[in-house]
T-cell receptor, first 112, second 118 residues
Framework: AAGVIQSPRHLIKEKRETATLKCYPI?????VYWYQQGPGQDPQFLIS???????DKGSIPDRFSAQQFSDYHSELNMSSLELGDSALYFC???????????FGDGTRLSIL | AQKVTQAQTEISVVEKEDVTLDCVYE???????LFWYKQPPSGELVFLIR??????QNEISGRYSWNFQKSTSSFNFTITASQVVDSAVYFC???????????????FGKGTKLTVNP
């Protein structure tokens, strides 16, 4: 079965650079979520989209933005990167209602 | 506000032992969903089970079983006859139902790191 695809799997950036993470949800899933997981931490919700509209916002820094495109893929844009942005970034998709969210394998972002 | 508490930070067992991971949650909603996810050392998050607030039936899937008790706001997870491959961080999570469609974000507990030794 098709899963959530995230790219790239690993990304190394320097402070003050920008990064773009991509997410391709499971076909026919109408909701996309982004989570950030710091080392040894639980995943923290950043932002979600339902039918290409932003549906909820969590503790996402103003330096970050995201959008969902007409083909349902989503991108998380991160600017002025800081050392503290080093984390595993997960995208998840869901079919709505009570259906579970299925996670991609994550993008490991390292800031040097 | 939603909150999930996993009081056990780390558990270490010997292979073939049974182990129970505790999860206690807080929510003001009457309709909500509870989940368990597994995160092996490779880092991916693997969905294990979903339970809605109206279904208090316990569930067994192979060596895994779940005990949902609304009276104590708990959703505990038991692994029977543990194996080395069960070593991972296990997260309990909660989401609330949205009236306008779509799914609510997941609120995770801090996770329990399970180590199964041979």
């Amino acid at each position: 079965a098709a899963g959530v695809i995230q790219s790239p799997r690993h990304l190394i950036k320097e402070k003050r650079e920008t990064a773009t993470l991509k997410c391709y949800p499971i076909p026919r899933h109408d909701t996309v979520y982004w989570y950030q997981q710091g080392p040894g931490q639980d995943p923290q919700f950043l932002i979600s989209f339902y039918e290409k509209m932003q549906s909820d916002k969590g503790s996402i820094p103003d330096r970050f933005s995201a959008q969902q495109f007409s083909d349902y893929h989503s991108e998380l844009n991160m600017s002025s990167l800081e050392l503290g942005d080093s984390a595993l970034y997960f995208c998840a998709s869901g079919a709505g209602g009570s259906q579970p969210q299925h996670f991609g394998d994550g993008t490991r972002l390292s800031i040097l | 506000a939603q909150k999930v508490t996993q009081a056990q930070t780390e558990i270490s067992v010997v292979e073939k032992e049974d182990v129970t991971l505790d999860c206690v949650y807080e929510t003001r909603d009457t309709t909500y969903y509870l989940f368990w996810y597994k995160q092996p050392p490779s880092g991916e998050l693997v969905f294990l089970i979903r339970r809605n607030s109206f279904d208090e039936q316990n569930e067994i899937s192979g060596r895994y079983s779940w005990n949902f008790q609304k009276s104590t706001s708990s959703f505990n997870f038991t692994i029977t006859a543990s194996q080395v491959v069960d070593s991972a961080v296990y997260f309990c999570a909660l989401s609330e139902a949205l009236t306008q469609g779509g799914s609510e974000k997941l609120v995770f507990g801090k996770g329990t790191k399970l180590t199964v030794n041979p």
